[in-house]
């Protein structure tokens, strides 16, 4: 539905005389400004308020708003299942929100987020994942009936991303030999073949307990695709640099996608982020000390900086200590890191970390090894249908 038809439908509900002074378009243009715990209280203003609140196009509007705000925060959650949201928008000045998970039970784990949403899986149920906005409050249940009691393990790789010409958030769970993609706006999965190429960066059996040979990051969603990169740990028996694959939207399909630099080069280990709201990759090897920064535009990797002021490097071990979040307007970077319970500043002018900001006790939190890093937006997806259609494997399968 359009703006103007929104307008329109209204105009026509059976809603008394509103007191507003204020035409429609300015109320709608200063509401999408609001941050999301304002607009929640603004929806008892009047019937008029919660209906435009309440649409899906002013909820789209306000996450294109958000965006463009660059409004984010980090997610941690507490042992006690209550999570804490860092805005990061200023990080001199740390503000944090609580808030309780609205389902009750064991501790779900967060796999990843996008655009406000954030992809959890509840322990000990198989095939339960759960969609959730934690600006919003709102969940949906995911149930996947491709995933049998036997063959119980958890994905290989996750990812959530956004299908422009479809107006459709999808979800993307990787196993070994297969992979399935749920459709938010129809509400239902699909089952595909996991490409031969990729069949080789993951373990050969879906059976083997604790298999942990590759280390796969989460996915890195952006506008109708969704990226991985998949990193075999470096030990004395292999010595293999990361590979990147893709999720195109438009043919739901698993692709590779090249590095900034040749496979050859001295074992480079890559990890995957965005800055500046675009694709970009940080990586190094043991060869000298530092790391390389490259972000994605349309003619691709484009190198963006080097940092080489690290005492003692060593690429995996800062892989594990350090995690790429954001770029603020000024080019300087924010890692989470060292560890999961601090977040650190680099600066490129003056060419080395400036600050160390201690957010958490790290006895009392949970940290997920995937970017906690989500978007303050009102929107959640609608469905599309108005009852669940039969769930149907596609020829591949």
Known sequence: MSKDNLRKKIKRSPIKKDTSVLSYDIIFTILIKVHVESLLRFKSVSKLWNAMISDNVFTKAHRDQAKALGREKLLIQRKTGEFEFIHLKNINNVTIEKQQFPLKG??????????????????????????WNPSSREHRILECSYVKPHEYTFPHAYGLCYDSTTDDYKVILIYSLFYVVYSTSRDSWTKKITPPVLQQCLPESEQIPNSRSYVCSQGIGTENRVYWSLNQKFDHNIRKTSAFTYFDVESDELKEFPKPISTGEHEYLFR??????????????????????????????????????????????????????????????????????????????????????????????????????????????????????????????
């Open 272 to 397: 995957l982020s965005t800055l500046k709201g675009r694709l970009s990759t940080y990586g190094g090897n043991n060869y000298f000390n530092g790391l390389n920064i490259w972000v994605m535009k349309q003619d691709g990797w484009n190198f963006f900086m080097s940092i080489r002021s690290i005492p003692a490097f060593n690429c995996e071990r800062f892989f594990s200590n350090y995690k790429l979040l954001c770029c603020t307007e000024n080019d300087e970077l924010i890692f989470q890191g060292p560890m999961y319970h601090n977040l650190s500043i680099y600066c490129p002018k003056q060419k080395q970390f400036v600050k160390t900001t201690y957010i958490s006790n790290h006895l009392k939190y949970m940290f997920s090894p995937v970017d906690p890093t989500c978007l303050v937006s009102l929107y959640f997806p609608r469905l599309s249908v108005t009852r669940k259609r039969k769930q149907r494997s596609t020829p591949s399968e």
């Open 106 to 131: 064991p501790l779900p784990q967060v796999l990843c987020s996008y655009d406000g949403l954030v992809l959890l899986k509840k322990p000990k149920a198989y095939k339960k994942f759960v969609l």
